[in-house]
């Protein structure tokens, strides 16, 4: 245990602080305003897909007479999810509180793999943690926190199959792509890994280019 706590120190760190950080707002917003803090602009449709889907009326606003095609599905699929384990929305916010503080994590494992400074490293990760609008829509009704966490962990695994050459990797990123797609379709236009992937097999047997693309990517 001590020797595991040594090797990860800063990533507990900084899950730590980023934790906390959302609890303690979670807490406050909920204790001064109420249960409507937790809810923003497009909140509302969210809840009301997710609701229409727990209870079989499929991805609908109107009982299941038509289909909503406005929002990609993914976030309300999970709000689903918990409403059907639990008959209620508030434990969807502790499950993107979790997956929100591991977002710093990636940035400090993404960090090590390409070899940064330790204390650069960590005072990034911190800043992330506790950056206010991350906080924020961590502990609402919006797809942020969950895209996010899919979105940094396959930019994570792209950047281990860069560093390791590891095709199980590649597979991973890609998977973890196409479902945060369907959280927020940004994630279809990043259009320049697919290229990156061609050049890494391109000019791989060089170890200078091998060593650098994951650099020049990062930046």
């Not at 730590?16 to 305003?33: C, D, K, N, S, T």
């Not at 379709?185 to 097999?201: A, D, E, G, Q």
Request: net charge positive.
């Amino acid at each position: 245990m001590k020797i595991f706590f040594r090797e990860y120190r800063i990533e507990i760190l900084v899950f730590g602080a980023a934790f906390v950080a959302r609890l303690l707002a979670l807490a406050y917003g909920v204790l001064h305003y109420g249960n409507g803090i937790l809810q923003l602009s497009d909140s509302q449709a969210f809840l009301d897909l997710a609701r229409a889907v727990a209870s079989g009326y499929g991805y609908s606003r109107d009982g299941g007479l038509t289909a909503f095609v406005l929002r990609p599905p993914g976030y309300s699929f999970y709000l689903a999810g918990f409403f059907w384990l639990f008959n209620r929305f508030w434990p969807a916010i502790l499950g993107q509180v979790a997956l929100s503080s591991f977002v710093p994590v990636f940035l400090v494992r993404l960090g090590k793999n390409l070899m940064m400074d330790s204390r650069t490293v960590f005072w990034a990760a911190l800043i992330t943690a506790l950056e206010p609008h991350l906080v924020i829509y961590s502990i609402t009704y919006m797809s942020e926190a969950l895209f996010g966490f899919l979105f940094l962990a396959s930019i994570f695994y792209f950047f281990r199959f860069l560093c390791e050459d590891a095709l199980q990797f590649l597979f991973v990123s890609s998977v973890l792509l196409g479902i945060s797609a369907y959280v927020r379709p940004v994630s279809n236009y990043l259009f320049f890994l697919y290229p990156t992937v061609m050049l890494y097999y391109w000019w791989g047997a060089k170890d200078t280019f091998r060593n650098l693309l994951p650099k020049v990517f990062f930046v």
